[in-house]
């Protein structure tokens, strides 16, 4: 069973602007992360943050993270067209992971 | 490292033909996952190993599915005899180390497409 959900499914931006996805789940989880997947690829890590934690940065991402609420945020600024892909948040209440099914990310030059 | 290898990229085959995905895991992860990804379905584990011992199948959707890691540097997943409703991206992944704080590396994946 699925424990994430991302919202939106889809998202259409301008270059330049900033995007955010949601991410919610069920359960209590020991952290959580962010994967990209380019089209036709792979997923690739982007960043976990931890329960402890509320925020984190790495480069143009940053990450929050309610327990209360049981939900994450992605924000991407200043997005530049290879920023498309679709973007997965994906929970550790135990081994393994459980991913969502994804935002998929449009970035408009 | 060269990453997660997975073969063949793409397969095509025709309904009730045996199918073999191969799978190489990188080098000194103790962790090797198998998903399918479907548009309707999303993305699904199907079975992960721990040094080559399978923990967890309950993600295979049906006998016609299997799975084995007969050494840290290999893995298959047959399905056997293939259906339409199999055609999905099948990936597979490694992690050193689970519980939640790994990383898992993800290969390109094989597209099958079963007639």
């Known amino acids: 069973s699925q424990q994430g959900e991302e919202d939106p499914q889809a998202l259409s931006i301008q270059e330049g602007e900033n995007a955010t996805m949601n991410c919610s789940y069920k359960t209590s989880i020991n952290n959580l992360q962010w994967y990209r997947q380019n089209s036709g690829r792979g997923l690739v890590h982007l960043i976990l943050i931890r329960s402890n934690e509320r925020e984190k940065h790495s480069g143009r991402l940053r990450v929050t993270l309610d327990t209360s609420k049981k939900s994450s945020s992605l924000l991407i600024t200043a997005s530049r067209a290879a920023d498309t892909a679709s973007y997965f948040c994906a929970t550790a209440p135990n081994t393994p992971l459980v991913f969502g099914k994804g935002t998929r990310l449009s970035v408009i030059a | 490292d060269a990453g997660v290898i997975q073969s063949p990229r793409h397969e095509v085959t025709e309904m009730g033909q045996e199918v073999t995905l191969r799978c190489k895991p990188i080098?000194?992860?103790?962790?090797l996952f198998w998903y399918r990804q479907t548009m309707m379905r999303g993305l699904e584990l199907l079975i992960y190993?721990?040094?080559?011992?399978?923990?967890?199948d309950s993600g295979m959707p049906e006998d016609r599915f299997s799975a084995k890691m007969p050494n840290a540097s290999f893995s298959t997943l047959k399905i056997q005899p293939s259906e339409p409703r199999d055609s999905a991206v099948y990936f597979c992944?490694?992690?050193f180390g689970a519980g939640g704080e790994e990383t898992q590396y993800f290969g390109p994946g094989t597209r099958l497409l079963v007639l």
């Open positions: 190993f721990n040094n080559n011992v399978p923990i967890d």
């Open positions: 080098s000194g992860h103790d962790y």
């Open positions: 992944a490694s992690s």
